[in-house]
């Protein structure tokens, strides 16, 4: 079992309890950590409050990662609380509706900008205001959540693909920069589980039933399997791994014909 006592950590991406970013706080509790949660609107926060109970002195923060100034009041927050930082789990994605489902060439300028701003960069403005924090408490671990469709092309991931695809070019570069101050950033690539962001996805199930006709393991993973996989990461097990996207896909990403 995974050791995460007397870690402080930040959980971005809950909406629901079939969230990912749900399943790796609730492993991270398990473990021993102590957890601040954001919310993203007024929208999900009796959700998020909700499930928060469950955790133990949780600190619950409202969160749109599109918003310079309420990330700045998340980290204020976070240092009053928790003086420091030991990770950071980064599960927040979108993209407009209509763009998951037109032809890729019909993207528009608005919807690529917006879709990369919330998936991609995002990481990288989380990444800058847990620096600090992750400073005094001598490194830490960034986490973020990505899918194979930045590599291959997946009917109707569009723009999605694309942003993923910059994503993961950010988990390199931040890696690249923070690792002198032991500071880690990985990305787990999930294969497709059913949750609030995949239903915008048109055609989801399709894509589920392709994984369980096609993968080694002849099956789709759960939100648990990819909780545990971060377990890994965020802990001191997975000290010497940095700038990794780690497929947890019952082995999709290798097949071929
Ligand atoms: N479900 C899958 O099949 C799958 C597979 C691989 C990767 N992923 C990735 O996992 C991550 C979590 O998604 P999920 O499947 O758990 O779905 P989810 O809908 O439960 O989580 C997505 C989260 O993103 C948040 N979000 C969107 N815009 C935001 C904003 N502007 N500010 C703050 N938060 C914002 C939503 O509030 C939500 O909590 C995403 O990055 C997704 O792309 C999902």
């Known amino acids: 079992m995974v050791e995460l006592s007397g870690k402080l950590g930040l959980i971005v991406g809950v909406a629901n309890k079939r969230s990912i970013a749900w399943a790796i706080a609730q492993a991270?509790?398990?473990?021993?950590?102590?957890?601040?949660?954001?919310?993203?609107?007024?929208?999900?926060?009796?959700?998020?409050?909700?499930?928060?109970?469950?955790?133990?002195?949780?600190?619950?923060?409202?969160?749109?990662?599109?918003?310079?100034?309420?990330?700045?009041?998340?980290?204020?927050?976070?240092?009053?609380?928790?003086?420091?930082?030991?990770?950071?789990?980064?599960?927040?994605?979108?993209?407009?509706?209509?763009?998951?489902s037109a032809p890729f060439v019909q993207t528009s300028r608005e919807g690529f900008r917006m879709s990369l701003d919330i998936s991609a960069y995002s990481l990288v403005a989380l990444a800058r205001g847990a620096l600090p924090l992750m400073e005094r408490r001598g490194g830490g671990s960034l986490l973020t959540l990505t899918y194979l469709g930045s590599e291959?092309?997946?009917?109707?991931?569009?723009v999605m693909g694309v942003a993923k695809a910059a994503l993961e070019a950010c988990v390199r570069y931040l890696a690249a920069d923070l690792g002198p101050k032991n500071i880690r950033v990985n990305a787990i690539s999930a294969g497709p589980i059913k949750t609030l962001a995949a239903a915008g996805i048109a055609g989801f199930s399709s894509i589920l039933q392709h994984y369980r006709d096609r993968?080694?393991?002849?099956?789709?993973?759960?939100?648990?399997?990819?909780?545990?996989?971060?377990?890994?990461?965020?802990?001191?097990?997975?000290?010497?791994?940095?700038?990794?996207?780690?497929?947890?896909?019952?082995?999709?990403h290798a097949t071929g014909m």
Do not use: C, K
Request: aromatic share 8%; charged share 25%.
């Open 215 to 252: 993968a080694p393991l002849r099956r789709t993973v759960d939100t648990a399997e990819v909780a545990d996989a971060a377990m890994f990461l965020l802990s001191d097990a997975g000290r010497a791994v940095t700038a990794e996207v780690l497929m947890v896909d019952a082995g999709y």
């Open 28 to 100: 991270a509790a398990t473990a021993g950590a102590r957890l601040a949660v954001t919310y993203q609107g007024e929208r999900l926060e009796e959700n998020v409050r909700e499930l928060s109970e469950t955790l133990s002195n949780p600190l619950v923060l409202p969160l749109d990662v599109a918003d310079d100034a309420q990330i700045a009041s998340v980290f204020a927050a976070i240092e009053r609380e928790f003086g420091g930082l030991d990770f950071v789990v980064h599960g927040a994605a979108y993209a407009p509706r209509e763009e998951l």
């Open 152 to 158: 291959r092309v997946f009917h109707n991931y569009n």
